[in-house]
């Protein structure tokens, strides 16, 4: 073992975080197109783009991914199940081994997604909102908010199948909302088909549309996600509700963010 070796181990991960700093800080800008995904073996690591839709506990922060994937939360029992008649649709069979969906369109369309939940205190809020609108939209959950014993874990659980219940779509997120980049491919597989379990035992069945956690992933990870026959699901535009903390700020965010958009495409 020399100083060269050692060397060259710190640049090669040094590399990797410039990757994935670069493709969180890009934006989504990349995300316009639809697109088939090539081979496994020709793929390379280009990196996309996005910053995450609410705060990371600051418990699962502190874990490492590894640590993350090595001791999960336990998942419910069997007899704690709640059976959910679910249509096909509600879990993305039907757009099942896709393309990846970039959310750019010539029509004058809008479908709501929102990530990282369900909180039992705003989520509840957000179904009642969407039926009185009468919109359906896209949940991807993480499935930690989703599995365990606690009571606020239990609660999460019971709104996930609400949404169900109410005729949304519910999609995977990965289970800890780490950024895909960073973890091998034997990690990244973990994430997902962990979620896929998480997601059979609370809904009955597993998820079909996939989205990254902040939106960045690569033609490696696209290519797993592939393999597993998901279609990815980005957007082309964010309310940046991340950074705001009122209803307000955030429709005001969207507007400008919708109206910078409309004059730029004309």
């Not at 365990?148 to 949304?168: F, L, P, S, Y």
């Amino acid at each position: 073992m020399d100083s060269a070796r050692i060397r060259r181990g710190g640049v090669r991960l040094f590399g990797r975080i410039l990757l994935c700093a670069a493709a969180i800080a890009g934006g989504a800008a990349l995300a316009h197109t639809t697109r088939p995904h090539a081979p496994t073996s020709a793929r390379s690591d280009a990196a996309n783009t996005h910053a995450t839709e609410a705060a990371t506990p600051a418990a699962r922060q502190r874990r490492t991914p590894a640590e993350q994937i090595a001791t999960p939360a336990p998942l419910p029992s069997e007899a704690e199940l709640i059976a959910v008649d679910i249509p096909r649709d509600t879990l993305g069979a039907n757009v099942a081994r896709g393309m990846t969906i970039t959310g750019a369109t010539p029509h004058r369309l809008i479908l709501f997604t929102f990530d990282d939940g369900p909180d039992r205190s705003t989520t509840p809020k957000l179904l009642d909102r969407l039926d009185a609108a009468g919109v359906r939209a896209v949940f991807f959950l993480s499935g930690s908010r989703i599995l365990g014993e606690n009571k606020q874990q239990r609660d999460q659980q019971e709104v996930a199948r609400d949404a169900v219940r109410r005729g949304h779509i519910v999609a995977s997120h990965t289970i800890n909302h780490v950024a895909l980049p960073m973890l091998d491919s034997e990690e990244v597989i973990a994430q997902v088909e962990g979620n896929e379990e998480i997601f059979e035992r609370v809904f009955g069945a597993r998820p079909w549309l996939f989205r990254p956690p902040f939106g960045v992933h690569t033609d490696r990870t696209d290519g797993l996600m592939q393999d597993r026959g998901y279609t990815i699901m980005l957007w082309n535009r964010s309310t940046g509700d991340f950074q705001v903390r009122t209803a307000e700020a955030v429709h005001t965010t969207w507007r400008r963010v919708f109206e910078r958009r409309e004059r730029e495409d004309g």
